[in-house]
C-alpha cells in the first residue's frame, strides 16, 4: 500500500506529500528498527516490526472507568492506535526526546489509518471542526524546542481534510493553554495524576468562538490513565464545545478494549540505524 494512499485524488496533497518526501524522505528505512525497506512499507514500517506492533481499533470503554472511580467524564470518546509497548514506546521518545519530528507524519498515517477503518470513528472525517492538540507549559516548550502533539495534530488534520468535502476541519494548535506547570505525570501514581492537573488547563480566550458548539478532536502521543485528556475536554466542553473525542498513538489504560493481546511484542532488536540510547 502507498503510504499516501490518502492523498491519491487529490493535487494539492500530491504536492504537499511530494515536497514532505523531499525534505523529509520516508520509506527507506523503518522508522522504529532501521532496517532497510522499500518505499511501499505501510507506515514506514519494516514487517518484522509491524508485526510486533499490537494494532487494533482500540478504545476505552469509559463506563468501566467511570465503575472504578477513574472517571473521564468530559470525553465522548477515547481511542488509542496500539498498545503501549517497546515498538511504540520507540516511536514516541525518538519524536518527544531524540528531536525526530519527521516521525509525526508516520504516527499521523497511524491516527488516520485507525479513524477510517473503524465504523466507531469514521464519522469523524465528516462532522469533526476543530483538530487540539494537548499543550504543554511554554517552559516546557521553549526546552523542547516543539510539542510533539502539535507536531502530530498538524498533520493529522491535513490527512483529515483530504477525505472530506466542504468545510475544512481547522487544526487549532493554540485552542489550549497549559496556564500552570505541573509535575510530568510519569512521576506521579494514579490517584495524584487528578490533582496534578487541577486547573492546568484553560481555553486561549481568541480561540473561544471556535470552541463554541464545534465537535473537537484532541490529539495526544500516549493515554494513561486518562487524566490529562479529561482536564483538557473540562476546559474545552467549559467553553462551549458540543463533543470532545480523543485519539492517541498509544495507550497501557487498563480499561482498554479491542485488540487481541494486552502487551507489545517484547522482542524489540535494535538493528544499529536506531541504536540511540531510549530515556529512560
Not at 499516501?4 to 506529500?17: G, L, M, N, V
Not at 481511542?79 to 526526546?97: I, M, P, Q, R, T
Request: glycine share 4%.
Amino acid at each position: 500500500m502507498n503510504m499516501y494512499y490518502f492523498a491519491k485524488d487529490r493535487k494539492p496533497d500530491r504536492i504537499r506529500e511530494a515536497l514532505l518526501q523531499l525534505i523529509f524522505p520516508m520509506g527507506t528505512y523503518c522508522v522504529i528498527c532501521g532496517s532497510l525497506i522499500d518505499s511501499h512499507r505501510r507506515w514506514s514500517v519494516c514487517d518484522n516490526c509491524m508485526k510486533a506492533l499490537n494494532k487494533g481499533n482500540i478504545y476505552i470503554d469509559l463506563a468501566e472507568e467511570a465503575a472504578s472511580g477513574n472517571i473521564m467524564s468530559h470525553l465522548d470518546s477515547a481511542s488509542s492506535c496500539l498498545v503501549y509497548g517497546l515498538h511504540s514506546k520507540k516511536l514516541v521518545f525518538d519524536l518527544k526526546y531524540n528531536k525526530r519530528t519527521y516521525l509525526s507524519r508516520p504516527i499521523s498515517m497511524i491516527m488516520a489509518d485507525r479513524i477510517i477503518c473503524d465504523e466507531r470513528l469514521r464519522p469523524l472525517v465528516d462532522t469533526v471542526d476543530l483538530v487540539v492538540p494537548v499543550p504543554l507549559h511554554k517552559s516546557r516548550l521553549r526546552k523542547r524546542g516543539f510539542n510533539q502533539s502539535a507536531l502530530i495534530s498538524l498533520d493529522l488534520t491535513a490527512r483529515l481534510n483530504a477525505l472530506r468535502d466542504g468545510r475544512p476541519v481547522l487544526n487549532v494548535p493554540d485552542c489550549l493553554l497549559r496556564q500552570r506547570l505541573t509535575v510530568s505525570q510519569r512521576s506521579v501514581s494514579g490517584s495524584e495524576r487528578n490533582l496534578n492537573l487541577e486547573n492546568a488547563f484553560t481555553i486561549n480566550p481568541k480561540r473561544k468562538t471556535l470552541v463554541s458548539n464545534a465537535v473537537i478532536l484532541l490529539v495526544d502521543d500516549i493515554l494513561t490513565t486518562g487524566s490529562t485528556a479529561d482536564h483538557c475536554a473540562e476546559a474545552l466542553k467549559d467553553a462551549g464545545a458540543a463533543e470532545v473525542h480523543f485519539i492517541s498513538l498509544a495507550t497501557g489504560n487498563y480499561h482498554l478494549k479491542g485488540c487481541e493481546r494486552r502487551r507489545d511484542d517484547e522482542s524489540f532488536i535494535d538493528r544499529g540505524a536506531s541504536s540511540d540510547r531510549m530515556p529512560e
